[in-house]
Each structure stands twice: as C-alpha cells, then as structure tokens.
C-alpha cells in the first residue's frame, strides 16, 4: 500500500473511493492466495528481489559509462558487480534466498509498518475517518517486523509466505476501509 494513493481534497477522496476499494479487495485476494501457498509466497518473493538486484546492477553499470567523469568510478562499478551477483544467486538457489530474504522482509515491515503509523496519525490530523485502519495496519506490520527479525535465519519461506499474506490482508482491508469512508466524503 502506498501513501501516496491516498487523496487530499473530499471530492478527490469520494472520486477515488471506488479505486481504494477495489485495490484493497485485490491486494486481499492476493494475501489469502498466499496464505494458502505460503512457500509459493515466499520463493516468489526471493525471486522478484533478485531480479531487482540484477536490473539495479545493470543499471548502475550502464549509469557508470554512461556518466562521463565518474566520482568514484570503481565503487560504484563494484557496487552494481555485487547487485548483480548476489542477484544471480538469489534466482540461482531461490529457497535460500528466501532464507536470507527474511531478514529483508523484516526490516522492509518495520519500515512500512512506521510509515503506516505516521500516515494514520496525519489522516486523523486530517480528521479523516477510518484512520484507525492505518493504525492498526502499522502495529501488525511492526509485530511482524519483531517476530521475523527475533527469528533471524532461522526464518524459513514459509513464514515469509505467511508473513506476505497477512501484511496483504490488512493492507487491503485498510485500503477497503478508507474506500468506504472516502464514499461517504
């Protein structure tokens, strides 16, 4: 879910409500499908970070000819050689990467779970309705973060799964919520 899907003006947020409700059923939808094949979940995972690895990689090799006079030219040339390695990998042994992906996922709920708790209490400075969606979808995001990273490695892709779905799932019924309450603007 993404802060900036959220409207500012009234007429905006009731023109948008019907879009904010459809995503949240979609994103729902998808969090029960991995919820019901967390390992799928969570191998499908390792396998999209990877390829984002590789592609930053190749980016940050054509950024470096492509810039002319470089700062560090060398840094930034093992930078992307690492992203792309590491990027094999990962699609290389996905299992494994969904491993280590864990304690991504941890720090990627932690930072989301923050910045959901933010968004909530500007929404409620907003006098917006249903804020407390936000709130909600911020706290289980941060419980999750604790319960992946106290597990550390020994996280597998199945909690990766089950994590994916349930962040999906109060995602989408945040989203839903703020629908229904942007109908009513």
Do not use: C
């Not at 089950?162 to 109908?183: E, K, M, P, T, W």
């Amino acid at each position: 879910m993404t802060a900036a899907s959220i409207a500012a003006t009234p007429g905006a947020r009731r023109r948008a409500a019907p879009w904010f409700i459809a995503e949240g059923l979609l994103i729902v939808i998808l969090g029960l499908l991995a919820a019901f094949l967390p390992g799928a979940a969570g191998v499908a995972g390792a396998l999209v970070f990877g390829w984002l690895l590789i592609l930053s990689g190749l980016f940050g090799i054509v950024s470096l000819f492509g810039a002319r006079h470089h700062a560090h030219p060398f840094w930034a040339g093992l930078s992307a050689a690492i992203a792309i390695v590491v990027g094999g990998m990962i699609l290389w042994a996905p299992l494994l990467g969904a491993i280590t992906l864990a304690l991504l996922v941890g720090a990627y709920l932690l930072a989301d779970g923050l910045t959901l708790i933010m968004l909530a209490f500007d929404q409620r400075k907003r006098a917006g309705a249903r804020w407390g969606w936000l709130l909600l979808a911020g706290v289980v995001d941060l419980l999750l973060a604790v319960l992946v990273l106290a597990m550390g490695v020994r996280a597998d892709v199945l909690l990766i799964g089950y994590i994916i779905a349930l962040d999906l799932v109060v995602a989408g019924f945040a989203l839903v919520g703020l629908g229904l309450a942007a109908r009513k603007a």
